[in-house]
Nanobody
């Protein structure tokens, strides 16, 4: 399984970015797909995920600002990020889980300047 993340970059506080994660197989075969992030010196944390039934879940820190979605026809997972804050600066990783198997993308860097 390959997960290719893209869309990161440098943005000012209050700005927006959209991350994309393209999978090389049908994402409906996964139980859950989503995004994690890891800031410098911190542990990787879950940002948002969405089940095969399209039920989204968000970390409290991003609720109301981030939206996760999926395009099952294109096998792409999106993360729309609005009202970005410097605390959102991190490498964002795409993730997919099938049963007890976890798959990770290579990460895309998001930097939010104050």
């Amino acid at each position: 399984v390959q997960l290719q993340a893209s869309g990161g970059g440098l943005v000012q506080a209050g700005g927006s970015l959209r991350l994309s994660c393209a999978a090389n197989r049908r994402i409906l075969t996964f139980n859950v797909v989503g995004w994690y992030r890891q800031a410098p010196g911190k542990q990787r944390e879950r940002v948002a995920d969405i089940s095969s039934r399209a039920y989204p879940n968000y970390a409290d820190s991003v609720k109301g600002r981030f939206t996760i979605s999926r395009d099952d026809a294109k096998n792409i997972i999106y993360l729309e990020m609005n009202s970005l804050e410097p605390e959102d600066t991190a490498v964002y990783y795409c993730h997919a889980r099938q049963a007890n198997l976890n798959y990770w993308g290579q990460g895309t860097l998001v930097t939010v300047s104050s």
